[in-house]
T-cell receptor, first 114, second 114 residues
Framework: AQKVTQAQTEISVVEKEDVTLDCVYE???????LFWYKQPPSGELVFLIR??????QNEISGRYSWNFQKSTSSFNFTITASQVVDSAVYFC???????????FGKGTRLHILP | EAGVVQSPRYKIIEKKQPVAFWCNPI?????LYWYRQNLGQGPELLIR????????DSQLPKDRFSAERLKGVDSTLKIQPAELGDSAVYLC????????????FGAGSRLTVL
C-alpha cells in the first residue's frame, strides 16, 4: 500500500537559515508521482512541485529545491535563506499510477523566527 | 480566473444536526475531490468525481455522509447526523483530469460539532 511519512512534526529555525523537510514514501508501483504542497495560516493548500518516478533530477526554484532519491524512497525539500513568509505547514504527497489516488503525509509545521 | 470556491467557511452545529458544504471547482476542471483534514493531520480523501460520476468513494462513511455532483460542475457534501468526531476542515479540490495532475484547493470549510 502507498504511504507517505513526514517524520518531522514541527521545525523552528531563525530567519535566513536553511532548512530541509524530509519525506519518505512507500509504493509498489514503478510509476508514481510525488508532490509538495504548502498550507499557510489561511488554510488553502498551494501546489509547489510535482515529480514523476522516472525523473530523478533535482529541481531548484528560487530559494526552493527538491532532492528526489529513489534508492532511499525520499523526496526532500530544502528552503535556502528562509524567510518569515515561509512559515506554514508543508505536505508531501504521493500518487500511484494504478488508481490516481493522492495521499498526503501528516505534514511538517515550519516556524521561521525573525 | 476564480479559484475553487467553498462555502461556508465556518460552521458550528450541535451533534446530531445535519450540515452541508458546497464547492464550485475551477471552470473546466472535470475532476473534483473532497478531503477531510483533522487537526494536525494531512488531508484524507473522502470522494473523487470524474464529471458527475463518483469514481472513488471507498473512504466516505456512507452511513452518515453523502455527496453529489449532479451536473458535473459544483458539488455538495452532506453529513447527517453530525457526530463530535466529524469536527474537521473539509477541503474541496479540482483538477483538469485525474492521473496525478495538480490539485487546486479551496480554502476549506471548518466544521465544529458541539
Amino acid at each position: 500500500a502507498q504511504k507517505v511519512t513526514q517524520a518531522q512534526t514541527e521545525i523552528s529555525v531563525v530567519e535566513k537559515e536553511d532548512v530541509t523537510l524530509d519525506c519518505v514514501y512507500e509504493t509498489r508501483d514503478t510509476t508514481y508521482y510525488l508532490f509538495w504542497y504548502k498550507q499557510p495560516p489561511s488554510g488553502e493548500l498551494v501546489f509547489l512541485i510535482r515529480r514523476n518516478s522516472f525523473d530523478e533530477q533535482n529541481e531548484i526554484s528560487g530559494r526552493y529545491s527538491w532532492n528526489f532519491q529513489k534508492s532511499t524512497s525520499s523526496f526532500n525539500f530544502t528552503i535556502t535563506a528562509s524567510q518569515v513568509v515561509d512559515s506554514a505547514v508543508y505536505f508531501c504527497a504521493l500518487s500511484e499510477n494504478r488508481d490516481d489516488k493522492i495521499i498526503f503525509g501528516k505534514g511538517t509545521r515550519l516556524h521561521i523566527l525573525p | 480566473e476564480a479559484g475553487v470556491v467553498q462555502s461556508p467557511r465556518y460552521k458550528i452545529i450541535e451533534k446530531k444536526q445535519p450540515v452541508a458544504f458546497w464547492c464550485n471547482p475551477i471552470s473546466g476542471h472535470n475532476t473534483l475531490y473532497w478531503y477531510r483534514q483533522n487537526l494536525g493531520q494531512g488531508p484524507e480523501l473522502l470522494i473523487r468525481y470524474e464529471n458527475e460520476e463518483a469514481v472513488d468513494d471507498s473512504q466516505l462513511p456512507k452511513d452518515r455522509f453523502s455527496a453529489e455532483r449532479l451536473k458535473g460542475v459544483d458539488s455538495t457534501l452532506k453529513i447527517q447526523p453530525a457526530e463530535l468526531g466529524d469536527s474537521a476542515v473539509y477541503l474541496c479540490a479540482s483538477s483538469a483530469w485525474s492521473g496525478a495532475n495538480v490539485l487546486t484547493f479551496g480554502a476549506g470549510s471548518r466544521l465544529t460539532v458541539l
